[in-house]
């Protein structure tokens, strides 16, 4: 989810290090996923308008990095077009979404993200599906502001009982583990502050 993150992975001397690390963590993404909720949580609601998040990503359990990122959601029925606009310690990153959700609660769709020179990729198809509080999406994509590595994105949403929406996203390479990210999102930024 970082620039630094696809970088890291990339330059020669790192990438063995890192490999190195993440042979001995678990497999990402085991277990049955469970059926779409047809009345579940849905994402357009949620992100129409305009909304905000916080977090940080974790690479090799070693370094955590903070972000923020703000969002313009328009919603059209169970279509949502998406702008998500991250900062991050070496700059600011879209990624640009566009998502529908069938009456089923299944979830298509596609993402482009911004790269450390700041265009957009081009788009790459989103597959989830609603639960009944929240939303899993997942893709094989680009680091915000990364190098043109592909990573496995798998986003695990579900409602906190503040309003907020948490997120829990995995980042793996040939199924291995190499970064998270624990967000929140809020429809507004008063309901991110502390206390």
């Not at 063995?16 to 047809?38: D, H, I, Y």
């Not at 995995?170 to 199924?175: C, H, L, Q, V, Y």
Request: proline share 5%; charged share 25%; hydrophobic share 40%.
């Amino acid at each position: 989810m970082t620039g630094r993150l696809s970088r890291r992975f990339t330059s020669p001397r790192r990438g063995r290090l890192a490999a190195a690390l993440v042979l001995a963590w678990p497999l990402a993404g085991c277990g049955q996923a469970p059926a779409p909720v047809a009345d579940g949580f849905s994402l357009a609601d949620f992100f129409d308008g305009r909304s905000v998040s916080e977090g940080t990503v974790r690479t090799a359990l070693l370094l955590d990095e903070p972000f923020t990122a703000s969002f313009e959601g328009r919603r059209a029925a169970d279509r949502l077009r998406l702008d998500e606009r991250f900062v991050f310690e070496d700059g600011a990153r879209l990624q640009r979404w566009d998502l529908s959700r069938s009456r089923a609660g299944v979830y298509t769709g596609t993402v482009a993200t911004e790269d450390g020179d700041g265009t957009l990729s081009a788009p790459v198809p989103v597959a989830g599906w609603a639960t009944v509080d929240g939303a899993v999406l997942a893709y094989d994509g680009y680091a915000p502001g990364g190098a043109d590595t592909l990573l496995h994105f798998r986003h695990v949403m579900s409602r906190n009982g503040d309003g907020t929406l948490a997120n829990r996203v995995t980042i793996s390479k040939f199924g291995i583990s190499i970064a998270t990210s624990k967000v929140t999102f809020a429809r507004s930024e008063a309901a991110l502050a502390p206390g």
